[in-house]
C-alpha cells in the first residue's frame, strides 16, 4: 500500500514523543468502510493505490545522487581494474561499503530514512564485484565467458558459475540487508536476481542454447511470477513502505520483454498488443498499479505505431479512424469515471480491509507459466533451426570474404608485377 500524508504526520508525532509506537501502529491499521457507498462516490482505497509514493523534489535528488555515486564508482573500477589487481579491487569495495554503511547509520541517527535506505542500497550493489574479485584471487568457480556460453553444466562449475556466484551473492546480501532496513528498493535486485535465475535454467535445460522465441517465453514466465509475487505482496504487506511496488514494476518490464521478443520471432502476435494493452489496463485498476497503466500504452502505441507505418501508410483514411478511435476511448474512459463506485463494487476488486483483490487469484496470475511451458519445446526446435541456418549463412559469408581477400591479394600482386614491367622492361 501506498504511503500517505497522514502516516508522515504519524510517524513525526512518533517522533516528537506525542504518541507511542503502539498508537501509531494502530491508528495505520484502520481501514476505510465504504459498503454503504453513495451513488457516484469512489471506495477511496481503491485510487490511492493509483497514485505514487511520496515524490519529492527530496526523492528525485536522493535518486541522482545515487545514480552519481554508482557510476563513478563503476567507472573507476572498471578503469582501474587491472591496475589494482583483485585484491586491490576487494580492499577498494570493503572500504567503499564501510563507508556507505556508516553513512546509513548516521542518517538513520539524524532520521532520513530515505537517503539511509540507499546508502543501504550502494553498499549492496557492491557485492558482485567483491564476488567476482574474489573469485579471481580463489578460482573456485571458473571464469563467465558471457552470455553467449553454452554449457550441459549447471550454476557453479560451468562456464557461467561466475556470474552465477555474483548474482546469487547479491541476492543474499539484499536479503540480508531486508532484515535490518525497511526500504522497499532493496527488493529490486532480488528481484532482478530471480529473474536472472531463470534464463540460466533455462540455458541449462536447453542444453544447445536458446534464442529470441525461447527467452521471449522465458520472459513471459518472469513477468507471471513476478506480477504473482507483487500481488501476494501486496495483500500481506504491512506498515508504511510499498514492496510489492519494485515487484510490479519488474513483472511490467517483463511483460515488454516478452512481447519484443516473441514479436521478432513470430510477427503474427503483433495483433495480441491491443488486447494485451486493455488487459493491462485493467490490471492496473484492479491492482491500482501505474506500471501496468504505462506498459498498456507502451503496447497501444506500438500497435498504431506498426499500423500506420507498415498496413495503412498509404491511406489517407487512417488517420481519421484513429481520431474516432481515440475519442471512443475518452468517451469509455468517462463512462467508467462515472459509474466507478459501481464497477469496483461489482466486481470486487477491494477486500473489506481495503486491499486489492485480483479476480482468479494467483491461479490466473500463474496460468502464463503453463502456455510458456507448451510452447517451449517448439521454440526451442525453432532457435536450433535458425542456430544452424545462421551458422550456415556465417560460414558462407566467412568463405565468401577468404575469396574476396585472396582475389584482392592477387589483384594488388598482378598491379604490381604490371607496375614493375611498365618503368623497368624487359630487354630483347
Known sequence: MTRSTSDNRLDRAVQAGIITEEQ??????????????????????????????????????????????????????????????????????AIYAALFLLTARVLAREGFMTARGLAVLLAVLLTPIAALALNEITGWFGGSRG???????????????????????????????LRRVRFSMLVLPVAVVALRMLFHLADALGRNGYGSATSGW?????????????????????????????????????????????????????HL????????????????????????????????????SETFRDTP??????????????????????????????FGTVSDDGRPRFPGGVPLLLSPILVAALMLPPALDQDRERQVEMEWMNERFRKRMVRERQAAVRAREDALAARQETVSPRRP
Not at 481503491?46 to 541522482?64: K, Q
Open 218 to 270: 522465458v520472459w513471459l514466465v518472469g513477468a507471471s511470477l513476478a506480477a504473482t509475487a507483487a500481488y501476494v505482496t501486496d495483500r500481506e504487506q504491512r506498515g508504511d513502505e510499498d514492496f510489492a511496488y519494485w515487484l510490479h514494476g519488474t513483472a511490467a518490464v517483463a511483460a515488454l520483454g516478452a512481447s519484443i521478443t516473441l514479436i521478432n520471432s513470430y510477427p503474427v502476435y503483433r
Open 147 to 177: 552470455l553467449a556460453c553454452r554449457s550441459p553444466d549447471f550454476l557453479f562449475w560451468s562456464c557461467r558459475g561466475e556470474e552465477v556466484v555474483a548474482e546469487l551473492a547479491t541476492a543474499a546480501a539484499a536479503l540480508f540487508a
Open 317 to 346: 483514411f487512417f488517420p481519421i479512424v484513429l481520431a474516432a478511435l481515440g475519442i471512443g476511448v475518452i468517451i469509455a474512459t468517462v463512462w467508467v469515471q462515472r459509474n466507478s463506485a459501481q464497477l469496483v463494487k461489482r
Open 24 to 93: 501509531s501502529a494502530a491508528i495505520k491499521s484502520l481501514t476505510p468502510v465504504d459498503d454503504e457507498a453513495l451513488p457516484g462516490t469512489v471506495h477511496v482505497a481503491a485510487l490511492t493505490s493509483l497514485v505514487p509514493r511520496d515524490f519529492t523534489a527530496a526523492t528525485i535528488a536522493y535518486g541522482l545522487g545515487a545514480i552519481t555515486v554508482v557510476i563513478a564508482m563503476g567507472w573507476f573500477l572498471a578503469d582501474r581494474w587491472e591496475w589494482l589487481g583483485p585484491r586491490g579491487v576487494l580492499a577498494v569495495v
Open 273 to 308: 498488443l491491443v488486447p494485451s494493452a486493455f488487459i493491462a489496463f485493467a490490471a492496473a485498476l484492479l491492482m491500482r498499479r501505474r506500471a501496468w497503466v504505462l506498459l498498456g500504452m507502451a503496447w497501444f502505441v506500438w500497435y498504431l505505431g506498426w499500423l500506420a
